[in-house]
């Protein structure tokens, strides 16, 4: 007799996610901090903006001994928030149920996408050290703030609260979570937590954040702890775009009747004409001309069966459709990250570009590119430029190869903007190169959000704002190039006209003191007059208001004459001279450029 077949059983959501955090980041032990901390401090982002509060974080990341698992630390996450704070009954949702948002397929450009985020964190809590997440919260209409314990209940995917109480606060509203968790701080590379906290600094310019990490010994074993804190460069909140519909035309088959599923004892026509941008009557008259009955319309959506959603799917995707409007995506904007740029360390000139919001895949899209020179990474000429990827403000880290944005910067032919760079690859230098893709349908390659789709429109809209924005910065790099080639000269004529004047001397059997006439002379021609030198430096100071120059710099008249700005004495050029590029020239101390101040797209400091 034949084996009856095994019992079907089906597992809950949180089961489901308990048992592959791997997908959701939480695939090694370092991941396991970074996505908790990011999880949290975009939660708190998140919320912030929605209620129009300009953002202060403070978090700590801290190791507090050996972890459960093998090779781990016990480490302790904090992420304090001056957010609008989460109603006592919604706590046990957020942090302890899969599937609960508020930001479900609304169309807009939230970090937060998903519902699965900080549920996530607080199991890997769970199943590592058997505590949940520890919440505190308070709204401004609660009295007392709510202090408990949350943990995901697996089987029924539910939040439960352990140790509730209400206390005092010193803080009107916010939140407060904290996760004790197996994991390990890596603090530098590209998957390490500054390099997190450097990206979300710099596409949120209106964030004022303090963060207490390790010391750089405190990461080998110790517990030594540091506090920095970043200052936000603007008071401006971002302005949240309305939210848009989904496109037909970005539909899969399965999307689209899943998406039915949310509409239910709907008419079709009104779910077609509500859930979706760009249909109105007129798409309806379209599709009854497809062959479709108009009585199809009339139909509740619920009743529809797969056939007919299939013939449905088939017949839109052949009619035309407007594409979709681009005024739901979200801007950074060049002043706000032209600033920002500037936390990131000792910026020589940087460019920044933000593109007109555009269609691509038919979904709107916006790209911001930065690139800053950073005067502590001069020792790293021939590394890789350091590379910053975002997908809605959120910086990616890992799986860098398969990403649009990466795969669009190996395209742009750097050398013709100054820059290093080997075949096909990225470019090389002291530079970062920040990438912001921005869209309420960011498509991404996993669930863990790690890399951006690369599909060959967004890598084009990509690559035309790095060649924008490399163009902008080419006219620092040429300047500069320009005037180490002058110095070059200069240094030939220094190097040899003295020779040249003894010897002539000699020949017309001048005086002494004709000689040391023709050599101040050629000195004054030079430019290397004592006077002038300090003008040349008096000038450069005022430029810079005032901030230190080192002695040997600057000959900023001389690139005045060569560019022609109206700023400055201009001095004359020295007549042809064996000529060499800076990067052939035999090797002296580099003369230090002083450029010009910045415009609103580009600057130098
Ligand atoms: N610090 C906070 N302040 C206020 N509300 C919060 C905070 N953290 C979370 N929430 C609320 O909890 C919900 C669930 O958060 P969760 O991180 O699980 O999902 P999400 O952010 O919507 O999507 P994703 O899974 O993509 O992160 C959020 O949608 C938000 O409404
Ligand atoms: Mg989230």
Not at 109 to 126: F, H, L, P, Y
Not at 264 to 274: D, E, F, H
Not at 397 to 408: L, W
Not at 531 to 559: F, M
């Amino acid at each position: 007799m034949a084996k009856a077949s095994a019992k079907i059983t089906t597992s809950s959501t949180a089961e489901y996610f308990s048992k592959n955090l791997q997908q959701v980041g939480f695939s090694s032990q370092v991941k396991a901090v970074l996505t908790t901390l990011k999880e949290a401090v975009d939660n708190a982002l998140d919320a912030c903006e929605e209620h129009e509060i300009l953002p202060e974080i403070e978090l700590w990341v801290e190791k507090m001994g050996s972890g459960t698992l093998k090779g781990s630390d016990k480490i302790r996450v904090r992420v304090l928030d001056n957010g609008p704070g989460i109603d006592a009954e919604d706590v046990p949702k957020v942090f302890g149920e899969y599937l609960a948002s508020s930001k479900f397929g609304r169309g807009r450009c939230s970090r937060g996408q998903q519902g699965i985020g900080i549920s996530a964190a607080t199991t890997w809590a769970q199943l590592t050290n058997a505590t949940g997440a520890r919440v505190i919260s308070k709204t401004k209409a609660m009295r007392k703030a709510v202090s408990c314990t949350v943990e995901v209940d697996i089987k029924n995917n539910r939040g439960v609260v352990k140790d509730r109480e209400t206390l005092d606060w010193d803080r009107p509203n916010g939140t407060s979570v904290e996760f004790t968790i197996d994991g390990r701080i890596q603090l530098n590379g590209e998957a390490g937590l500054l390099n997190y906290l450097n990206g979300t600094v710099l596409v949120n310019p209106h964030l004022t954040l303090h963060y207490n990490l390790p010391t750089a010994a405190g990461e080998e074993g110790g517990k030594a702890m540091e506090r920095t804190t970043v200052e936000r460069v603007s008071t401006v909140l971002p302005q949240i775009p309305e939210a848009t519909e989904p496109h037909l035309h970005t539909m899969k088959l399965g999307e689209f009747i899943a998406h039915s599923h949310l509409f239910g004892r709907t008419k079709v026509s009104a779910w077609l004409k509500k859930g979706y941008s760009r249909v109105n009557e007129g798409t309806i008259k379209e599709l009854i001309g497809t062959g479709l009955k108009a009585s199809f319309f009339e139909k509740n959506v619920d009743a529809l069966t797969d056939v007919e959603f299939k013939d449905l799917y088939t017949k839109i995707q052949n009619i035309p459709l407007m594409a979709p409007s681009t005024r739901s995506v979200l801007m950074i904007g060049e002043e706000a990250l032209a600033k920002s740029i500037q936390r990131l360390g000792v910026v020589d000139f940087f460019s920044v570009v933000s593109r007109k919001p555009t269609i691509c895949d038919f979904k709107p899209v916006e790209v911001e590119v930065a690139i800053a020179r950073l005067q502590d990474r001069v020792g790293e000429s021939d590394d890789p430029v350091q590379v910053l990827r975002f997908a809605n403000r959120v910086p990616l880290q890992f799986d860098k190869a398969a990403c649009a944005i990466v795969q669009a910067i190996q395209t742009v032919n750097w050398r013709a903007y100054g820059l290093g760079q080997p075949k096909e690859s990225v470019p090389i230098g002291p530079y970062i190169i920040a990438v912001s893709v921005v869209s309420p349908f960011i498509k991404f390659k996993n669930a863990s959000k790690e890399t951006v789709d690369a599909s060959e429109e967004l890598v084009e809209e990509i690559r035309r704002t790095l060649i924008q924005a490399g163009q902008r910065l080419s006219k620092y790099i040429k300047k500069e190039f320009r005037a180490n080639e002058l110095e070059e000269k200069l240094r030939y004529i220094e190097q040899f006209g003295p020779i040249l004047v003894d010897g002539l001397c000699r020949i017309t059997k001048s005086n002494d003191a004709r000689k040391k006439k023709a050599q101040d002379g050629l000195m004054k021609i030079l430019g290397r007059d004592a006077d002038a030198a300090s003008t040349a430096l008096e000038e450069a100071q005022k430029k810079l208001g005032g901030a230190a120059v080192e002695a040997d710099v600057i000959d900023v008249d001389a690139i005045a004459a060569e560019e022609q700005m109206p700023a400055g004495k201009k001095v004359k050029k020295p007549k042809a001279a064996p000529s060499k590029s800076a990067s052939t020239a035999p090797t002296g101390k580099k003369p230090k450029i002083i450029l010009p101040k910045k415009t609103a797209q580009t600057g130098a400091k």
